[in-house]
């Protein structure tokens, strides 16, 4: 595995931080702007550049080496600060596909599908980036990076990873001409069998989304 990662030496540590930190805050203006539902027939298309450009960060968080703290106990960053607001933006702006279904853990064997919001799942990776960015604006790199790294793998990576394909099913959905069912029913507060979990997800004609979106099927 230790050929595999990437080590300190590949790249001037300060070099990589900053270009670690120029990705996320891209990603948090990003999500910002577009929340504010300015462009909202470019939502989705906006949502799904800016996702793939911040897993392009995780990979490279990934790749690398462990990084370790420089203090033993994480200073305290102060309190978080509210995302409720951004949340309901993103949820206005992606009604009717903001509830999807995902499979948690590929790996788990016959793990059911369950449902999930786009909107929770981007205000979460807002969340845990913005942690890291407190450390990397106080001047605390490595712990930025330590931070990034460490819920890039145990929270926001696989979030963003399951948001992206929830977009990239929408619009690939709408560009091959390929209707959908109307979504009613798909509850992310519903413990649903995978029978129902197919049934119900996924019913949103392409003919509803293709407009509001700004996108045209493929003929």
Not at 32 to 48: N, Q, R, W
Not at 61 to 84: K, M, N, S, T
Not at 127 to 154: C, I, K, N
């Given at each position: 595995?230790?050929?595999?990662?990437?080590?300190?030496?590949?790249?001037?540590p300060?070099d990589?931080?900053?270009?670690?930190?120029?990705q996320?805050e891209?990603?948090?203006?990003?999500i910002t702007?577009?929340?504010?539902?300015?462009?909202p027939?470019?939502?989705?298309?906006?949502?799904l550049?800016e996702?793939?450009?911040?897993?392009?960060?995780?990979?490279?968080?990934?790749?690398?080496e462990d990084?370790?703290?420089d203090?033993?106990?994480?200073p305290d960053?102060g309190?978080?600060?509210?995302?409720?607001q951004?949340?309901?933006?993103?949820?206005r702006?992606?009604?009717?596909?903001?509830v999807?279904s995902?499979v948690f853990?590929p790996y788990?064997?016959?793990?059911a599908?369950v449902?999930?919001?786009?909107?929770?799942d981007?205000?979460?990776?807002v969340?845990?980036?913005?942690?890291?960015?407190?450390?990397?604006?106080?001047g605390?790199?490595t712990?930025?990076?330590?931070?990034w790294?460490?819920?890039?793998?145990s929270?926001?990576g696989?979030t963003?990873?399951?948001?992206?394909?929830?977009?990239q099913s929408?619009?690939?959905h709408?560009?091959?001409?390929?209707?959908?069912?109307?979504?009613?029913?798909?509850d992310t507060?519903?413990?649903?069998?995978?029978?129902?979990?197919e049934a119900?997800a996924?019913?949103?004609?392409?003919?509803?989304i293709?407009?509001?979106?700004g996108?045209?099927?493929?003929?």
């Amino acid at each position: 595995m230790s050929d595999a990662t990437l080590h300190a030496t590949d790249m001037n540590p300060d070099d990589f931080a900053v270009q670690i930190a120029d990705q996320v805050e891209s990603f948090l203006v990003a999500i910002t702007e577009v929340a504010k539902g300015d462009e909202p027939a470019s939502v989705v298309p906006f949502l799904l550049l800016e996702v793939s450009q911040l897993l392009l960060a995780g990979g490279r968080l990934g790749a690398h080496e462990d990084i370790v703290p420089d203090e033993r106990y994480e200073p305290d960053p102060g309190p978080e600060l509210d995302v409720d607001q951004l949340r309901e933006n993103l949820a206005r702006l992606l009604d009717p596909i903001d509830v999807y279904s995902e499979v948690f853990d590929p790996y788990e064997p016959r793990k059911a599908p369950v449902a999930a919001r786009i909107s929770d799942d981007l205000t979460d990776v807002v969340s845990d980036l913005r942690h890291g960015m407190v450390h990397y604006r106080a001047g605390r790199t490595t712990e930025a990076l330590w931070w990034w790294q460490f819920s890039y793998f145990s929270n926001w990576g696989s979030t963003a990873s399951a948001a992206l394909r929830a977009l990239q099913s929408v619009i690939a959905h709408v560009r091959l001409d390929q209707p959908l069912a109307e979504l009613d029913g798909l509850d992310t507060d519903q413990d649903l069998e995978d029978d129902a979990l197919e049934a119900e997800a996924g019913r949103v004609m392409v003919e509803e989304i293709a407009a509001p979106l700004g996108l045209r099927p493929v003929k």
